[in-house]
């Protein structure tokens, strides 16, 4: 069942009665949700496997609590970096992004979707597109600094 955004919209007092009753129709049916959300928190209370796409791409998939607890992508480390409450186990160490533009989705030019705001970027990563590499066992990233192709 695809789940696009669906608390984004609701009171915070709703939220979790939205979220349990997706994890006890998957517990009790069997149903496999596809959850889309930008809420890293949410995401982490209700999914098994992760995905965080830039640009069109996915630039990092896991299991969520190995990507949440030590991500490789320089994008996903910012999301976590931007997650407000410093009490949570989700928040990163302090990166900043760059203040390039954001890359097309449609027709993006070779190299990385991510380098004009990637604080890791180095020359190869404007002129060839990273491929997504299982980096750690299970855990796979686009990225030629944290996940090096070995072809
Ligand atoms: S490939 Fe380069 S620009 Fe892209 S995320 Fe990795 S380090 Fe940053």
Do not use: W
């Not at 098994?48 to 996915?58: E, N, T």
């Not at 990637?118 to 030629?144: K, M, N």
């Amino acid at each position: 069942m695809l789940a696009d955004e669906p608390i984004s919209m609701l009171d915070v007092s709703i939220r979790i009665g939205i979220l349990n009753l997706m994890l006890r129709l998957k517990e009790e049916h069997d149903i496999a949700f596809l959850f889309v959300t930008h809420d890293l928190a949410s995401a982490r209370y209700v999914a098994d496997d992760i995905l965080v796409m830039y640009a069109g791409q996915i630039v990092e998939r896991g299991p969520v609590e190995r990507v949440l607890e030590a991500p490789l992508h320089p994008y996903t480390r910012l999301l976590l970096a931007a997650v407000p409450d410093p009490t949570k186990k989700l928040r990163a160490e302090r990166i900043e992004a760059r203040r390039g533009r954001a890359s097309a989705a449609v027709d993006p030019p070779e190299g990385c979707r991510f380098v004009t705001r990637c604080p890791l970027a180095i020359d190869v990563c404007s002129r060839v597109t990273p491929q997504l590499v299982e980096a750690r066992r299970a855990q796979s990233a686009r990225c030629h600094v944290t996940a090096p192709s070995t072809t």
